[in-house]
């Protein structure tokens, strides 16, 4: 369905959108990794595990999803028969379209019966090529449940699946991927920003690569790391993760500072440039226009379900 990109300049988007997700039934995700004036409309703010939970128990007749793609596909799965919305179906991820179909199949092929542990950050064909689904807030929980007799293959990120052998002892082969976002922090801009803020505590997202992470105090989900500021007493924290979960922790714990750590080209500014797709205006087209829409074959979604219930009941 074509989508008109026609808005009357008079609109008050925000009322506009208000009205409109009234008026359909809608829920409406989003990510901590969106504009800050996008998470302000939201009727559930999360991570990936927190979302993924949220879409399988509402029930709203639409949901309109502000993140990814691979998290509108993940809302489809588990609600087949509802009207599942992306503001923009541009907005993928580098984890993701690393990992290919046809050559994840390949992959896999190398190992006999392998148990295959897919991080959400994945394409449904993927997901369906799994047994287990994981996210950064239970991938400890999810690899420790792991059959012992037999070999584990974690994709699509595998600073995340270092982290988890780390973690648990666990062996498991890694499928080469990475995080456009989250591996490019700066090692020497992070210690720069230790030096000048001894004071500050260092949160991490375990996608990090491992010369950054070395440098940590607390390694966490993009939850855990909220959670943190508001349990910590300290009053300054370097955040090494997408800068969208700052508009959070401010709200979560006003008066104190969070500082943003720059990426190898000296920016301070590690936004996800997928994240950023969807916007103000897309979002109330979306609505308007009920597209563009996310659409699986019944085939896929159902094999696709199967290792993400098992998360949701695991976890």
Known sequence: MSQSTSIDPTLDLRAEILRLKRELNAILLCHYYQDSEIQDLADDLGDSLALARRAA?????????????????TAKIL?????????????GCSLADRCPESDFRAFLERYDNPFVISYVNSSAAVKAMSDLICTSGNVLKMVERAPK???????????????????????????????????????????????????????????????????AD??????DMLDAVT?????????????????????????????????????????????????????????????????LSPELAQRALRPLQRMLDWS
Request: glycine residues 6%; aromatic residues 6%; hydrophobic residues 40%.
């Open 57 to 73: 128990a509402t029930d709203a007749d639409v949901i309109v999803f502000c993140g990814v793609h691979f998290m509108a596909e």
């Open 79 to 91: 609600n087949p028969d509802k009207l599942v919305l992306l503001p923009d179906l541009k907005a």
């Open 149 to 215: 007799d037999r070999t584990i293959v974690f994709a699509p990120d595998r600073n995340l699946g270092r982290f988890a052998i780390q973690k648990t002892g666990r062996d498991m082969v890694l499928w080469p991927g990475g995080c456009e976002v989250h591996e490019v922090f700066s090692e020497k801009a992070l210690v720069q920003l230790k030096h000048r803020h001894p004071e500050a505590l260092v949160l991490a997202h375990p996608e990090c690569a491992d010369n950054v992470l070395r440098h």
């Open 218 to 223: 607390f390694i966490g989900s993009t939850k």
């Open 231 to 295: 349990r910590e007493t300290r009053a300054s924290f370097i955040v090494v993760t997408e800068p969208g979960v700052i508009h959070e922790m401010q709200k979560r714990a006003p008066g104190k500072q969070f500082i943003p750590v720059p990426n190898e080209a000296g920016c301070a500014c590690n936004t996800c440039p997928h994240m950023r797709l969807n916007t103000l205006e897309k979002l109330y087209l979306c609505l308007r226009d009920r597209a563009p829409s996310i659409e």
